[in-house]
């Protein structure tokens, strides 16, 4: 009983840290561009699957910096090319377009690599379970919490001590300001919509690893990290992560002991929310309003 | 003064132009069974592009008119449409109870979440009414004893009506007459309550809500009327759709549609009452005719959106009116 509900639990921070990593970067993309990006679910899947087709070329640890930057770059293409108009406009604008984008692009993945899940191969010394009393413990699943912590930190290091960062962090509260000072917006926003794809593409190879890869992988993960932002609270970066991680476990535990409502959970945790802090568990009141 | 009364004029003529796009639009409704299978149409096609547009003219009340950003209501789509199986399944065999059935079951959805998702605005909104969106998907993938999981509710069909003793068939024909006068009904309930002033109301929400709040109004309970209209309107339009296909499916609650109306309400002018009959139209006979001839027509469909967007924001009328002013 102990060891299904540690393993329940355990099952379900490996869930809560793709939503935390996918909430992280949608949250930014968010607060700075005004976007809702909802292809985000898609950028992680083309991270996914192109570190799958380079895996045999680079290696799984080549392929974890790869593959992300790849996808950052069509990231700022996309920015650059569909977004950049946007700015600006009615929020519906973006949210329909990026909603588009993201049918195209799972309508592409499908066409390219097939409508059927690909196994995405991981090193056999990272499969193997560390214990035999705790067999869910893979070496693979310590390394994914390991990276993500580090993904993290690094973050929130650059948003608290690189100008960049904290630019980034000037231009959410008032990017009139900081534009009449003379930072370029243009290149602030295409920069800090670049890290947003890049967590995206992070969580795309862990998640790749974990729960293999199929095209619409993307969009069953993206519902659940809107749930992470509302949860933790918009604005509020370690709102999200917390959200991410709280909704994952609670998915986790209920997928081990009442598994029809392991996806209806989330949702019923966003609606108690709601109702009792609208603001969610980290937010500020008054933003995006 | 010769001025206002030329604007005058101007405003009448506008206006009587207006009543005739009407009446020629009301005709040429009217005739769909005789003139459309002569251009190589089906009478099905039509009844589901009225179907739409039922769906996205409810949807523009909250969308377009009170300025609300819901991308979340297939949801109450397919609840109208799972209502309206269930009732002919475990009620009766009855096609008028089947959508009432469904169209309560999906407003009553709409009002209870409604004022959850209105605790945030903007694109705060969207998020949550998404996020809602997808509860009730999953709802009914996975509660498969009611109604039959992934594969979708079957079982029902479109029974006959029973008018003074007498079974009336509801063929293809006769079933689009029905769901014709649905549609007039709704977009004349429709065309009342903009006139009202609690449509007079929804737009002002939409112009200056700080300004509604200064003047006393109860701006959350305006968006909450206008929020539950909509999904009583948008459930009918679901009814009227499992009685269509004869089944109700996960997908009639997918994000997919519900991205689906917001574009066919942009598509075709957020800000006129035609236009998501308008977009409805162009929106089911692309997605017809793109799915017959490509594998990719979800790319296609995508890139509807992103055109729309990015060349035709205004929508098919708006951009007429923007030329004629």
Same mark, same amino acid.
């Given at each position: 009983?102990?060891?299904?509900?540690?393993?329940?639990?355990?099952?379900?921070?490996?869930?809560?840290?793709?939503?935390?990593?996918?909430?992280?970067?949608?949250?930014?993309?968010?607060?700075?561009?005004?976007?809702?990006?909802?292809?985000?679910?898609?950028?992680?899947?083309?991270?996914?699957?192109?570190?799958?087709?380079?895996?045999?070329?680079?290696?799984?640890?080549?392929?974890?910096?790869?593959?992300?930057?790849?996808?950052?770059?069509?990231?700022?293409?996309?920015?650059?090319?569909?977004?950049?108009?946007?700015?600006?406009?009615?929020?519906?604008?973006?949210?329909?377009?990026?909603?588009?984008?993201?049918?195209?692009?799972?309508?592409?993945?499908?066409?390219?690599?097939?409508?059927?899940?690909?196994?995405?191969?991981?090193?056999?010394?990272?499969?193997?379970?560390?214990?035999?009393?705790?067999?869910?413990?893979?070496?693979?699943?310590?390394?994914?919490?390991?990276?993500?912590?580090?993904?993290?930190?690094?973050?929130?290091?650059?948003?608290?001590?690189?100008?960049?960062?904290?630019?980034?962090?000037?231009?959410?509260?008032?990017?009139?300001?900081?534009?009449?000072?003379?930072?370029?917006?243009?290149?602030?926003?295409?920069?800090?919509?670049?890290?947003?794809?890049?967590?995206?593409?992070?969580?795309?190879?862990?998640?790749?690893?974990?729960?293999?890869?199929?095209?619409?992988?993307?969009?069953?993960?993206?519902?659940?990290?809107?749930?992470?932002?509302?949860?933790?609270?918009?604005?509020?970066?370690?709102?999200?992560?917390?959200?991410?991680?709280?909704?994952?476990?609670?998915?986790?535990?209920?997928?081990?002991?009442?598994?029809?409502?392991?996806?209806?959970?989330?949702?019923?945790?966003?609606?108690?929310?709601?109702?009792?802090?609208?603001?969610?568990?980290?937010?500020?009141?008054?933003?995006?309003? | 003064?010769?001025?206002?009364?030329?604007?005058?004029?101007?405003?009448?003529?506008?206006?009587?132009?207006?009543?005739?796009?009407?009446?020629?639009?009301?005709?040429?409704?009217?005739?769909?069974?005789?003139?459309?299978?002569?251009?190589?149409?089906?009478?099905?096609?039509?009844?589901?592009?009225?179907?739409?547009?039922?769906?996205?003219?409810?949807?523009?009340?909250?969308?377009?008119?009170?300025?609300?950003?819901?991308?979340?209501?297939?949801?109450?789509?397919?609840?109208?449409?799972?209502?309206?199986?269930?009732?002919?399944?475990?009620?009766?065999?009855?096609?008028? &109870?089947?959508?009432?059935?469904?169209?309560?079951?999906?407003?009553?959805?709409?009002?209870?979440?409604?004022? #959850?998702? #209105?605790?945030?605005?903007?694109?705060?909104?969207?998020?949550?009414?998404?996020? !809602?969106?997808?509860?009730?998907?999953?709802?009914?993938?996975?509660?498969?004893?009611?109604?039959?999981?992934?594969?979708?509710?079957?079982?029902?069909?479109?029974?006959?009506?029973?008018?003074?003793?007498?079974?009336?068939?509801?063929?293809?024909?006769?079933?689009?007459?029905?769901?014709?006068?649905?549609?007039? &009904?709704? #977009?004349?309930?429709?065309?009342?309550?903009?006139?009202?002033?609690?449509?007079?109301?929804?737009?002002?929400?939409?112009?200056?809500?700080?300004?509604?709040? !200064?003047?006393?109004?109860?701006?959350?309970?305006?968006?909450?009327?206008?929020?539950?209209?909509?999904?009583?309107?948008?459930?009918?339009?679901?009814?009227?759709?499992?009685?269509?296909?004869?089944?109700?499916?996960?997908?009639?609650?997918?994000?997919?549609?519900?991205?689906?109306?917001?574009?066919?309400?942009?598509?075709?002018?957020?800000?006129?009452?035609?236009?998501?009959?308008?977009?409805?139209?162009?929106?089911?006979?692309?997605?017809?005719?793109?799915?017959?001839?490509?594998?990719?027509?979800?790319?296609?469909?995508?890139?509807?959106?992103?055109?729309?967007?990015?060349?035709?924001?205004?929508?098919?009328?708006?951009?007429?009116?923007?030329?004629?002013?």
């Amino acid at each position: 009983m102990e060891s299904l509900l540690l393993y329940s639990v355990f099952n379900g921070l490996v869930v809560g840290i793709f939503y935390a990593l996918m909430a992280l970067g949608l949250s930014l993309i968010l607060g700075l561009n005004g976007v809702i990006n909802f292809a985000h679910g898609t950028f992680m899947a083309l991270g996914g699957y192109i570190a799958f087709t380079i895996e045999p070329y680079v290696g799984f640890w080549g392929s974890l910096i790869v593959a992300p930057l790849l996808t950052v770059i069509l990231g700022l293409a996309v920015e650059r090319v569909l977004i950049r108009p946007l700015y600006g406009r009615d929020p519906l604008f973006s949210l329909l377009l990026t909603f588009g984008l993201a049918m195209i692009m799972e309508d592409l993945i499908r066409t390219i690599w097939g409508a059927v899940g690909r196994p995405f191969v991981l090193p056999g010394y990272l499969n193997a379970p560390l214990s035999n009393t705790f067999f869910f413990l893979t070496g693979y699943r310590v390394v994914l919490i390991l990276i993500t912590i580090v993904v993290t930190g690094a973050l929130f290091a650059v948003l608290r001590y690189s100008r960049i960062g904290i630019r980034i962090r000037a231009g959410n509260a008032d990017l009139e300001t900081i534009s009449a000072m003379g930072v370029n917006i243009f290149f602030l926003r295409a920069a800090n919509f670049g890290i947003g794809i890049f967590l995206a593409g992070v969580a795309g190879i862990l998640a790749a690893g974990q729960l293999g890869l199929s095209p619409s992988i993307g969009s069953s993960l993206i519902m659940p990290s809107f749930v992470a932002i509302i949860v933790g609270g918009v604005g509020s970066l370690v709102g999200s992560v917390l959200g991410g991680l709280i909704i994952g476990i609670a998915s986790g535990i209920t997928a081990a002991f009442f598994p029809v409502a392991q996806e209806v959970v989330i949702y019923v945790i966003m609606a108690i929310v709601l109702v009792i802090r609208p603001r969610g568990l980290l937010g500020q009141e008054g933003l995006f309003e | 003064m010769s001025t206002s009364i030329d604007a005058k004029l101007a405003l009448n003529r506008k206006s009587g132009g207006r009543v005739v796009a009407a009446m020629v639009i009301w005709v040429v409704l009217l005739f769909v069974p005789f003139w459309l299978p002569m251009i190589g149409g089906y009478t099905d096609l039509a009844t589901r592009a009225l179907i739409y547009a039922i769906a996205a003219s409810g949807l523009n009340l909250l969308l377009g008119y009170t300025g609300g950003l819901s991308f979340g209501h297939a949801a109450y789509f397919g609840l109208g449409a799972y209502g309206a199986g269930l009732c002919l399944i475990h009620i009766a065999p009855s096609v008028p &109870l089947a959508i009432l059935g469904g169209t309560v079951l999906g407003g009553i959805a709409g009002i209870l979440v409604g004022p #959850m998702a #209105m605790k945030r605005k903007g694109i705060y909104f969207a998020m949550i009414t998404i996020a !809602f969106g997808q509860m009730f998907y999953f709802i009914a993938v996975r509660w498969n004893s009611l109604t039959g999981g992934e594969d979708g509710l079957t079982g029902f069909s479109r029974v006959p009506l029973h008018i003074g003793g007498e079974a009336i068939k509801l063929g293809p024909e006769r079933f689009y007459y029905l769901v014709l006068v649905l549609f007039a &009904l709704v #977009m004349a309930i429709i065309w009342q309550i903009l006139r009202s002033p609690l449509g007079h109301s929804f737009v002002a929400v939409r112009e200056n809500t700080t300004r509604l709040r !200064f003047l006393g109004v109860a701006v959350d309970k305006q968006i909450w009327v206008a929020f539950a209209i909509s999904t009583f309107i948008v459930a009918l339009a679901g009814t009227l759709n499992a009685l269509l296909t004869g089944f109700a499916s996960p997908d009639n609650l997918g994000w997919q549609l519900s991205g689906s109306f917001v574009v066919i309400c942009v598509l075709g002018g957020m800000r006129s009452f035609w236009g998501p009959f308008l977009g409805a139209v162009i929106f089911i006979v692309a997605q017809d005719y793109l799915s017959s001839v490509t594998q990719n027509w979800m790319s296609f469909i995508g890139l509807i959106f992103v055109l729309a967007v990015l060349f035709f924001p205004q929508g098919l009328l708006g951009f007429i009116k923007g030329r004629g002013r």
